[in-house]
């Protein structure tokens, strides 16, 4: 059975601080591995998405990584700003039926 | 504007009473999900639908039913046999084999 564990669960930084939140999983056998930012009382925002075949993937201030063979990726934020404050979540694909398996996140404050 | 609704925001049921979330998408997408999440856990799949009249369960289903008539539609119904019903309920739809998936703000549901 996939299980994904995020470490740590909270992480407080300053303004313009680059920071790396992590994910493992323990079945390598993944489709993909999604991060999503949730903030507090909402919905689920997908940032990335990284295929199997994938080393990285980036979007602006974003960069998550995939190392599939370790189980393991990691979301970086550059120049992170009070606006980056929420919880993210990574969820990885596995088996049929497009079943994501969710980590417990990590909630993130950017100070001023 | 496309997208995926949850109504309502907030629901408050007393013991032993059924209730039913609604969550419509307007994205055509084929498959929809539900799923639940409580403090300090990542989600957990309930129920999953690929197309119209068809729909299997996720993880969790224990206590819950729903019902997949409409492409558009997925409602879940919290049954009085759900042991802890109190928790956020996320709906999501893609596209049937399509790697991504796109959430709905959530019910926060509270039962007293």
């Known amino acids: 059975k996939q299980e994904v564990t995020q470490i740590p669960a909270a992480l407080s930084v300053p303004e313009g601080e680059n920071l790396a939140l992590n994910c493992s999983f323990t079945?390598?056998?993944?489709?993909?591995l999604q991060w999503f930012r949730q903030d507090p009382g909402k919905g689920l925002t997908s940032l990335l998405l990284?295929?199997?075949?994938?080393r990285e993937q980036t979007s602006g201030r974003l960069n998550a990584s995939l190392d599939k063979s370790s189980g393991r990726s990691t979301l970086y934020i550059a120049a992170s700003q009070p606006g980056d404050s929420a919880t993210y979540l990574c969820?990885?694909?596995?088996?049929?039926?497009?079943?994501?398996?969710f980590g417990t996140g990590t909630r993130l404050q950017v100070t001023l | 504007d496309g997208g995926i609704t949850q109504s309502p925001k907030y629901l408050f049921r007393k013991e032993g009473q059924n209730v039913t979330l609604s969550c419509e998408q307007n994205?055509?997408?084929?498959?929809m999900y539900w799923y639940r999440q409580d403090p300090g856990q990542g989600l957990r799949l309930i129920y999953y639908?690929?197309?119209?009249?068809?729909?299997q369960k996720g993880d969790i289903a224990e206590g819950y039913s729903v019902s997949r008539e409409k492409k558009e539609s997925f409602p879940l119904t919290v049954t009085s046999a759900q042991k802890n019903p109190t928790a956020f309920y996320l709906c999501?739809?893609?596209?049937?084999?399509?790697?991504?998936?796109?959430f709905g703000p959530g019910t926060r549901l509270t039962v007293t």
């Open positions: 969820a990885v694909l596995t088996g049929t039926a497009s079943k994501l398996t």
């Open positions: 994205l055509n997408h084929d498959a």
């Open positions: 990284i295929q199997s075949s994938q």
């Open positions: 639908s690929q197309i119209v009249n068809d729909f």
């Open positions: 079945d390598s056998a993944i489709y993909n």
């Open positions: 999501a739809s893609s596209i049937w084999g399509s790697d991504e998936q796109y």
